[in-house]
């Protein structure tokens, strides 16, 4: 059963850089709704998409870092993942965050669902890499600001760490809710 009205779509009529933040741009954006002609200025977070890879051992582990956040000042155990650079693919760009943050490197390699990380101010996919029969295969290669502790859990063991709270990022519990789902 649907409620409400059906929301009517907003135009962009203008747009501007107001602020260049390094790893994403900030954009007003001078929009109008089509339906009753009223306009508005939105802010919008322009930047690359993301991935996040679900690496499975041949040991059956999820491959997982755990690193400082600036924006919850926390340290978070999440899915390896990052930036998709210009001119790559997502499935490329899986690999490649794997391999440089963990070190471990697999088989089959697969974009198996995506998602909009905040489409509410974000303009950007967050893509899920599933990469299979990983192993370490070298040493990690982080950006100068990157510290990372490389932790396996058990895939039996995952679920259950997603109820305990254990992942607050939400694109990790995005990636490991539509991997569950799928299976």
């Known amino acids: 059963m649907k409620r409400g009205k059906t929301p009517a779509r907003w135009i962009t009529t203008a747009a501007k850089i107001v602020a260049d933040c390094r790893v994403f741009l900030v954009s007003q954006q001078s929009s109008r709704n089509e339906e009753n002609g009223r306009s508005r200025n939105w802010y919008v977070i322009n930047t690359n998409d993301f991935v996040n890879v679900v690496a499975i051992t041949t040991e059956n582990e999820l491959v997982l870092v755990r690193q400082f956040r600036h924006g919850s000042e926390e340290f978070s155990l999440e899915l390896p993942g990052g930036m998709v650079d210009d001119g ?3 499935l490329e760009a899986g690999v490649r965050e794997l391999l440089e943050e963990t070190g471990f490197a697999g088989e ?3 974009v ?7 489409p509410a101010i974000m303009n950007n996919t967050c893509h899920f890499v599933l990469i299979q029969d990983v192993v370490h295969r070298s040493e990690v290669s982080w950006d100068e600001n990157e510290e990372m502790e490389i932790e396996l859990m058990p895939m039996d063991k995952v679920k259950e760490a997603c109820r305990r709270g254990e992942f607050m990022h939400s694109l990790t519990l995005a990636a490991l809710m539509r991997y569950f789902v799928a299976e």
């Open 88 to 90: 790559e693919e997502p």
């Open 108 to 110: 089959n390699a697969q």
């Open 112 to 118: 198996y669902a995506s998602c909009n990380p905040n």
